[in-house]
């Protein structure tokens, strides 16, 4: 499985950003797709998860408080493309950002902890300034 991310920039606090992570090798039918952030020094930190399975709890997402309202994940399985919409970019938005794919319990201590995961992307760069 390959992940690769692009859509990373420099932007001005308060513009938009989309993010975008082309995956490929793939032959799971249910499966959870994530974005993590990370800045030198700091830990990872979870931004935002979308449930790809078809129990019936396909399409479920969820979202770092600190992105929540702003950030939107979505996926397009025919693409095999996944997104991250980012508006109203904070300076505390900048970071390298990594897809990631995997199967995760439904819990927020699942989904949330990029040690679950399974694939991860080369990760591309936000740089947000005033």
């Known amino acids: 499985v390959q992940l690769v991310e692009s859509g990373g920039g420099s932007m001005q606090a308060g513009n938009s950003l989309r993010l975008s992570c082309a995956t490929s090798?793939?032959?799971?039918?249910?499966?959870?797709m994530a974005w993590f952030r990370q800045v030198p020094g700091k830990e990872r930190e979870f931004v935002a998860v979308?449930?790809?399975?078809?129990?019936?709890?396909?399409?479920?997402?969820a979202y770092a408080g600190s992105v929540e309202g702003r950030f939107t994940i979505s996926m397009d399985d025919a693409k095999d493309m996944l997104y991250l919409e980012m508006n109203s970019l904070k300076l505390e938005d900048t970071a390298t950002y990594y897809c990631?794919?995997?199967?995760?319990?439904?819990?927020?201590?699942?989904?949330?902890?990029?040690?679950?995961?399974?694939?991860w992307g080369q990760g591309t760069q936000v740089t947000v300034s005033s």
């Open positions: 979308i449930r790809m399975r078809t129990d019936g709890t396909g399409g479920a997402t």
């Open positions: 090798g793939r032959t799971w039918s249910n499966y959870d």
């Open positions: 990631t794919l995997g199967r995760v319990l439904w819990l927020e201590s699942y989904y949330r902890t990029g040690d679950n995961y399974d694939y």
